[in-house]
């Protein structure tokens, strides 16, 4: 199993970012895909979720300016990011769970900052 995440980087206060997770290794339309993130001195959190049949899940907040998706034809799960806020800088990581369990890529920087 592999998750490559890319897209991060700079963005001011109300920009957007869309991250890319590239996956292989697995039949990656049958399985749920997430994003969490770790901002610096604290805990991971979740982000939001996709189940491999339909249904979106979101943290309260990210709900209304952040959207999962995923394209099956390209192993793909992406996460658009819009209003970005300085609270959403952190680490974005992406996550697949086979089998009951969780595998991550490496993630990719996000900093909101003026």
């Known amino acids: 199993v592999q998750l490559v995440e890319s897209g991060g980087g700079l963005v001011q206060p109300g920009g957007s970012l869309r991250l890319s997770c590239a996956a292989s290794?697995?039949?990656?339309?049958?399985?749920?895909m997430k994003w969490d993130r770790q901002a610096p001195g604290k805990e991971r959190e979740w982000v939001a979720d996709m189940p491999p049949h339909g249904g979106l899940n979101y943290a309260d907040s990210v709900k209304g300016r952040f959207a999962i998706s995923r394209d099956n034809t390209k192993n793909t799960v992406y996460l658009q990011m819009n209003s970005l806020k300085p609270e959403d800088t952190a680490v974005y990581y992406c996550g697949a769970l086979i089998f009951n369990k969780w595998y991550w890529g490496q993630g990719t920087q996000v900093t909101v900052s003026s």
């Open positions: 290794g697995f039949t990656f339309r049958s399985y749920v």
